[in-house]
């Protein structure tokens, strides 16, 4: 009876794989950062890359690219609307530099060099407007992602030498309407910008997409939901996307909710089975992705791998080649794994939990502290703010422990038997100048021109993290 049950759960999970792979999905995924002519935006790669595999992970076809010049863009363009053409679901996505002029959109190739509103309209940037209406005209679902909102790098030459001095350069992105089956969301709202994000790592706006989309069983525009509240919460209400929407259905671009429901139905026994077969389909995406990354110099491309598969198979592997290229192989010694109970690793924690370990000011103090000394930046103010509830996800994500920001009486054992690389002074309790909070991911924060200890600081991070994949298995 139990095999009958997994051979009927498993011909469901077939069938449910089989009926979203049978649309036909077109995706075009771009994100220029390497500008030649105005400043330089590092992560839209690693954003473009990230979103690549997760669009790929539930079936579409992507056109792919990264830095790419004007006629690049055109020739991916060209290959993406042949591609869409009567396709069931066709995705546009591009990260980058994006400029409003006159009340019209444009994205910018890395070559743009544009010093006037005539520049603009005679195809010096790409109007978003006729790009959709020639690339995904006749798709039947058509999803448009733009995370371009940021200012507009050649606002002030395109006024000077406007002959008018009337010309209309606005911040942001001008708002544009969706037409029938169009689903349109920008980072922010019209004439806002957007933030970039941490470098090395995924922008806010992008990191929600990733993070909501294709959630199994998750309707799109409940996904949009979501991904506007997650980006409003992380930017501390600095950002709130906006979006037009004109879909006349509901859209799912993991439909596996039957598929989940028929893994939780079979018995206990039988019940590592189905759900080993229901994750199978994304393992192969997630093994050569990190084939193509695994022997990188780049840490983008790292930070990138970890963004889209923060609780990866490959995590410590990825952390550890991180540590190598940015600093080089360690010298010190870090033994987390002394005094570190198993259950560190599965037992969740909360505000009762911290409760009850009892933290005076004092010891809070020291909990950030040991924080900042293993390279997890927080402010030291006996205080644990959003702030710090932030960094404590950060660091216990990188351990492998629960990551909800609060601590246990086992993971704050757990911190108090690391070795720091340093102990923070009392100047700490005021910010340190051009910081900024950083927002809550999976991997840890890059920190640029470190010596030896804050190297070793980071390696600490790694071993924790190969220590908790350990415990898992």
């Known amino acids: 009876m139990r095999t009958l049950t997994i051979i009927v759960s498993l011909m469901c999970i077939a069938l449910s794989v089989s009926a979203a792979k049978a649309d036909r999905r077109v995706a075009f995924v771009v994100g220029n950062g390497a500008y030649k002519n105005v400043a330089q935006l590092p992560n839209p790669p690693i954003d473009a890359k990230a979103m690549a595999s997760t669009l790929r992970n539930v079936g579409f076809e992507v056109i792919e690219g990264s830095n790419l010049t004007r006629d690049q863009m055109t020739e991916k363009l060209l290959d993406f609307g042949r591609k869409a053409q009567g396709s069931d679901v066709a995705v546009f996505y591009y990260a980058g530099h994006g400029i409003a002029v006159g009340g019209s959109n444009y994205l910018l190739p890395v070559d743009a060099d544009i010093k006037s509103e005539m520049d603009v309209k005679l195809g010096a940037a790409i109007n978003i407007d006729l790009t959709l209406d020639q690339t995904m005209g006749d798709a039947k679902v058509k999803l448009v992602f733009l995370d371009a909102c940021r200012d507009n790098p050649f606002a002030a030459k395109i006024k000077s030498n406007s002959a008018t001095r009337s010309v209309n350069v606005q911040s942001g992105l001008a708002e544009m309407k969706s037409g029938e089956g169009t689903l349109i969301a920008f980072a922010t709202g019209p004439g806002q910008t957007a933030l970039d994000g941490q ?202 422990y629960p990551s909800t920001g609060f601590l246990n009486k086992l993971q704050h054992k757990a911190l108090l038997s690391e070795i720091v690389a340093s102990t923070t002074t009392a100047s700490d309790d005021n910010p340190k100048p051009g910081r900024r909070a950083a927002p809550a991911q999976s991997a840890p924060v890059q920190h640029r021109g470190g010596g030896g200890d804050a190297g070793a600081a980071f390696m600490g991070g790694v071993v924790g993290g190969m220590m908790g994949g350990m415990f898992r298995r």
């Open 199 to 400: 470098e090395g790592n995924n922008s806010p706006f992008t990191r929600a997409l990733i993070d909501n989309i294709t959630k199994p069983g998750v309707e799109i525009q409940q996904a949009m939901t979501s991904v506007r509240a997650q980006v409003n919460e992380e930017t501390h209400k600095g950002q709130l996307p906006w979006g037009h929407t004109n879909l006349i259905g509901a859209v799912y671009l993991n439909p596996a909710q039957q598929t989940q429901q028929v893994a939780n139905a079979a018995p206990t026994a039988s019940n590592n089975a189905p759900a080993a077969a229901a994750s199978g389909s994304s393992d192969g995406v997630e093994l050569e992705y990190w084939r193509s990354v695994k022997e990188t110099n780049k840490p983008e491309e790292l930070n990138a791998y970890l963004s889209t598969y923060p609780n990866g198979q490959f995590k410590a592997l990825a952390l550890a080649r991180l540590a190598a290229i940015q600093n080089g192989p360690s010298t010190t010694t870090r033994n987390l794994n002394a005094g570190v109970d198993p259950a560190t690793f599965t037992d969740d924690a909360s505000q009762l939990t911290e409760d009850q370990i009892g933290l005076d000011k004092g010891q809070r103090r020291d909990v950030q502290r040991r924080l900042n000394g293993l390279g997890f930046d927080t402010k030291v103010t006996g205080a644990f703010t959003d702030d710090t509830r932030t960094v404590l996800k950060r660091w216990q994500a990188a351990r492998g």
